[in-house]
């Protein structure tokens, strides 16, 4: 391949990834690279991500795939005597880069890799995890009996063996040695910890790229941009990434919204005050006139499923709508498994997200009676005791994948209440796809209130954006 092959390649993995790379960024990059020597993999990454990344969290699904477009590595990745020390049992086996799998070159790297992560500095200790990542894959990752044909390694196996959160304890004792304290002690141990892991997930997924394409990679396992993850399929550190990223999304959806009230400031044309002031040129109008603008600002309601999975969807969910809450005249806010409970006291203006997080959580512990989601049921109990929340100048947005567990679906009672606001919305957080699948009950629901697919923030803030 080409270096304007691998170039162009690069730039449409990153698209396939969720960065929005245009023509003329593309011309910024090649620009920039003309600028820099080829011999610095360090300096041509950041020229890259000078001219393609737009936003700080775009940064890890870019490294992800330069490094599989770019690897530092080639082949087994051993050089010298990586695999293990030059006087050790596995010295023969070093020299040529393989080291068997067994108790001795386990507890050999566990040790080494304790006294490298134990450096005083975080980049020495950075760049010792990435050297014993490799080694960790090449000894410990190899699955049993895969060929060209199938995935051949894999950094969950090696980390199983690994196990590195079990050296926690023995890193901060080392930490503690060096003269720090116990806070940062833990801080330190956890952070470097996190960096081996981070280091061997990239390093299997190198070689896998050397054996089946990066594309192939790209496409299988590179997790897409924060902001085009699936609320579904987050884990628990992209859960702390979204609610990072709620209060930013929030800011600039408020000053596009601002900026979109001002250009569109003028009311409707006033015909008569037109003609009026028309008559000193001779009937012929050189400015319009226009009647006043009244501003509208609408009554939210917010009816949320927090049953599993769905819970991230819907605290996100009311959380960016907490941030825009200036945008709403009042705002009331409901959550459900089967009973219906109202949470509108949590979303205190200028409330911490952590602690709102926390409020919610605690309100989905007792929000359910029978133990399972019954939107039948939900929706019967607001329609009888929260009725007066929806009036003409109210929106109704429920928050829910459709799925009843086959139950009751009181489609009676969602008709009602969608009929008592001015508007209604329903928000899942599944692909289309999987509508009307298993208990799903998507298109039915669907011919009373509005379906949207709302999977993930840009899809959460162009719905946000739309609706005010």
């Not at 490294?63 to 990745?77: C, Y």
């Not at 990066?214 to 496409?219: F, P």
């Not at 508007?423 to 298109?443: I, K």
């Amino acid at each position: 391949m080409s270096l304007l092959d691998r170039h162009l390649s690069f730039l449409e993995a990153l698209r396939g990834a969720g960065l929005p790379v245009s023509l003329a960024e593309d011309l910024d990059a090649v620009a920039a690279l003309t600028a820099v020597t080829w011999e610095d993999r360090a300096l041509v990454r950041e020229a890259y991500a000078a001219t393609l990344v737009k936003r700080r969290a775009q940064r890890p699904t870019f490294d992800t795939v330069f490094d599989l477009w770019f690897p530092r590595l080639v082949g087994e990745g051993y050089a010298g005597d990586a695999g293990a020390d030059a006087d050790g049992p596995h010295a023969d086996e070093a020299s040529t880069g393989q080291v068997r799998d067994g108790a001795a070159a386990l507890e050999s790297l566990r040790e080494r890799l304790v006294d490298a992560l134990a450096g005083a500095e975080d980049a020495t200790a950075a760049e010792a995890a990435a050297e014993l990542a490799v080694e960790a894959i090449g000894t410990f990752g190899r699955l049993p009996g895969a060929g060209r044909g199938a995935p051949g390694w894999s950094a969950y196996a090696a980390l199983q063996r690994v196990a590195p959160e079990r050296l926690v304890e023995r890193l901060v004792r080392a930490l503690l040695a060096g003269g720090s304290d116990e806070e940062r002690a833990q801080r330190t141990a956890a952070r470097r910890i996190g960096t081996f892991t981070a280091a061997a997930e990239a390093e299997a997924r190198r070689r896998t790229a050397e054996e089946k394409g990066a594309a192939h990679v790209a496409r299988t396992a590179v997790r897409p941009t924060i902001d085009q993850l699936d609320f579904l399929s987050a884990r628990r550190s992209d859960l702390d990434e979204l609610r990072r990223q709620v209060h930013p999304l929030a800011r600039r959806l408020a000053t596009r919204l601002t900026q979109e009230h001002h250009a569109h400031r003028r009311g409707p044309l006033d015909f008569r005050r037109t003609v009026r002031a028309s008559l000193s040129t001779g009937g012929v109008p050189l400015e319009t006139r226009h009647k006043p603008k009244r501003p509208h600002r609408t009554d939210l309601v917010v009816l949320c499923d927090v049953s599993g999975s769905v819970a991230n969807f819907a605290q996100f969910t009311l959380l960016l709508v907490l941030a825009l809450r200036d945008q709403f005249q009042n705002l009331r806010a409901f959550t459900f498994v089967d009973q219906v409970h109202e949470v509108t006291h949590h979303l205190r203006p200028q409330a911490d997200p952590a602690e709102v997080m926390a409020d919610l959580a605690a309100s989905a512990s007792y929000a359910a009676l029978w133990g399972r989601t019954s939107y039948g049921r939900a929706f019967t109990r607001f329609a009888e005791d929260h009725a007066d929340a929806l009036g003409p100048r109210s929106s109704l947005l429920i928050l829910g994948d459709a799925r009843s567990n086959h139950g009751e679906l009181a489609l009676g009672a969602l008709r009602e209440m969608a009929g008592s606001a001015r508007h209604a919305w329903w928000l899942n957080p599944e692909h289309r796809r999987q509508w009307d699948t298993g208990d799903s009950a998507a298109s039915a629901y669907g011919e009373v209130v509005d379906m949207v697919e709302c999977r993930n923030l840009t899809q959460l803030s162009e719905f946000v954006h739309d609706l005010l």
